[in-house]
């Protein structure tokens, strides 16, 4: 056993069960902690078992004794796989907080060792950005390849609760609220456009307004994308009911949906180059304050340290987001 599982092993756990009733959990072994956070993670005991290649019988009865001395049913289980209960919800939080410090302190030893070994975990809103952040994340591993990335697209809503809930180092978001929890560590203010098709009877328009756009069928994202609440902020403020006929948890689809030519869709004209500059998509600005103002931040925990890779990659980031900023202030100044 290395010094970070014998650290684990010593850590004692508070946790809460769903009646509020406080259980003191000391000494709790690290190997049943890890199986359970395995088996919640992915949903099955089998697969736990075999990512942490140890027979399917183990893992049960880790879990069945942890659920005795916790005197608490953690997961609810079915012929599809196991699904936690709000206690094991609880227990989950915990866990997840204890294994992302134990790789912050791997990586922290890493550093005084002069290793350059680590992980980054890293949200961001499917296709914000991603003209510019493929090209970040590819001079990032030109000088440290040994520092792996874990990517999860997600919506606006959603990344800021993983940043609350330790579950992610660095967000991307689109036209978050601001909390006094999170840290926008850099901006980049770029207008949301209407999607069309060449063949749209808009695809020639210099402009639109959101009484226009409204009139016709639109592919929306969810509510939880805060490019949708800027939609529906603007909507509200000039009395109109739009027309969403497809509402969806997937950016991309949205631009499939307008390039049919039969809908119309929104997002930064940042996001949409490849498609644009391949004749599939045509960008028209719309003439509406809360669109023109709309902006991608890069964001983090505002009292959460951060490895050593992740300071080193929001570096990076963010010194390519503020030169976009100054190359789109240059150009509207020439204008």
């Known amino acids: 056993m290395n010094a970070a599982d014998k650290l684990a092993e010593v850590r004692s756990q508070t946790v809460y069960d769903p009646a509020s009733k406080l259980v003191r959990v000391s000494r709790m072994r690290f190997l049943t902690l890890r199986y359970f956070h395995e088996v919640a993670r992915l949903g099955s005991i089998r697969r736990a078992a075999d990512r942490l290649h140890v027979a399917a019988s ?3 009865r880790q879990i069945a004794q942890l659920e005795q001395e916790l005197d608490t049913e953690l997961f609810e289980r079915s012929k599809m796989g196991v699904k936690l209960t709000s206690a094991g919800e609880i227990l989950m939080r915990q866990t997840t907080r204890m294994f992302r410090d134990l790789d912050r302190a791997r990586g922290e030893i890493d550093d005084l060792r002069g290793l350059r070994r680590g992980e980054v975990h890293l949200w961001a809103m499917e296709g914000v950005l991603s003209g510019v952040l493929p090209a970040v994340l590819s001079l990032f591993h030109r000088q440290f390849p040994d520092v792996a990335f874990h990517v999860v697209t997600s919506s606006t809503d959603r990344m800021i609760e993983a940043l609350l809930d330790d579950v992610t180092d660095v967000a991307i978001t689109f036209n978050a609220t601001p909390r006094t929890e999170i840290e926008v560590v850099a901006e980049y203010v770029e207008p949301i456009s209407c999607l069309v098709s060449p063949r749209h009877r808009f695809a020639n328009r210099k402009k639109l307004t959101l009484t226009e756009i ?6 929306l994202p969810d509510h939880s994308f805060g490019l949708r609440q800027v939609f529906e902020r603007a909507a509200r403020k000039a009395k109109l009911h739009p027309r969403a006929v497809v509402t969806t948890n997937s950016l991309e689809f949205t631009k499939t949906l307008a390039a049919t030519g039969e809908m119309l ?3 930064p004209a940042l996001t949409v ?14 003439s509406d304050e ?4 709309a902006r991608s931040s890069i964001s983090v925990h505002r009292d959460r340290p951060l490895p050593h890779a992740a300071r080193a990659f929001l570096k990076m980031l963010a010194a390519e987001i503020e030169g976009l900023s100054k190359g789109r202030s240059q150009r509207k100044a020439r204008k």
């Not at 180059?273 to 719309?286: D, F, H, N, Y």
């Not at 809360?290 to 103002?293: A, K, L, N, V, Y």
Request: aromatic share 6%.
């Open 58 to 60: 183990a893992v049960s």
């Open 214 to 219: 409204c009139e016709e069928a639109l592919a």
């Open 265 to 267: 869709a929104f997002m």
């Open 273 to 286: 180059l490849r498609e644009t500059e391949a004749g599939v998509l045509r960008v028209i600005p719309v």
């Open 290 to 293: 809360d669109f023109t103002m």
